[in-house]
């Protein structure tokens, strides 16, 4: 597709779970970045990507969280032992190159998880 | 300590008339300024962006206004139509950390009423 692809669109999940939620970034698109945005707050940096490594992870709350991008496109962000307080809406961006993203990255529409 | 700073969660206008919203950043070291506009269910799209080193960026109705001695920017809508009515989030990154992350703020939330 043009855009930043996100599936799936909702995922409600059991306290204790384990979840993955995946990202496809617009196709030759080096740098991919994930956010989350809790209600009422603006999307909070989480992890980015630059090729296939993990350029800056420093935004991952604690190590229940870990993400992967194997091939240098798709990214999936995992979550371990899932909590209430991890119910928020996850985003994913991608730029052409990490200093493209000063003057635009494209956001895909998100994924709202659930915890109950 | 939010960096980034949106402290009017909601504005209404009248559509025809100017938008103004504003925003405001601790963060010394933030060299480029974005908007983003996002509707309901959907991911935030880019807008408009400033670089520090200028002080006005405008694209077709919408111009951003940076004022770096007061750390200060804002966005405005001229004219507004319905269409604009969305939540409207401020960004910033620094260009020299080389983690290329923004920091947002909490949104503002625009309605146009026609």
């Known amino acids: 597709g043009a855009g930043v692809s996100q599936t799936p669109s909702n995922k409600v999940t059991e306290k204790g779970k384990y979840v993955e939620l995946r990202c496809d970034p617009i196709s030759g698109h080096t740098a991919l970045y994930w956010y989350r945005q809790s209600l009422g707050q603006g999307p909070e940096f989480l992890i980015y990507?630059?090729?296939?490594?993990?350029?800056?992870d420093s935004g991952l709350p604690n190590d229940r969280f870990f993400a992967v991008r194997p091939e240098g496109s798709v990214s999936t962000l995992k979550i371990q032992r899932t909590e209430r307080g991890d119910s928020a809406v996850y985003l994913c961006?991608?730029?052409?190159?990490?200093?493209?993203?000063?003057?635009?990255?494209?956001f895909g529409q998100g994924t709202r998880l659930t915890v109950v | 300590d939010q960096q980034v700073k949106q402290n009017s969660p909601s504005l209404s206008v009248q559509e025809g008339r100017i938008s103004i919203l504003n925003c405001d950043y601790t963060n010394s070291m933030f060299d480029y300024f974005l908007w983003y506009k996002k509707y309901p269910a959907e991911g935030p799209t880019f807008l408009i962006s400033?670089?520090?080193?200028?002080d006005k960026n405008e694209d077709g109705r919408f111009t951003v206004f940076l004022n770096k001695s007061a750390k200060h920017l804002s966005l405005h809508i001229v004219p507004s139509q319905p269409g604009d009515s969305a939540v409207y989030f401020c960004?910033?990154?620094?260009?020299?950390?080389?983690?290329?992350?923004?920091?947002f703020g909490k949104g503002t939330k625009l309605s146009v009423i026609p």
């Open positions: 961006a991608s730029s052409l190159t990490p200093d493209r993203v000063n003057t635009e990255a494209f």
């Open positions: 400033i670089s520090s080193i200028k």
């Open positions: 990507f630059q090729g296939t490594g993990a350029a800056d």
């Open positions: 960004a910033a990154t620094h260009s020299g950390a080389g983690s290329y992350q923004l920091t």
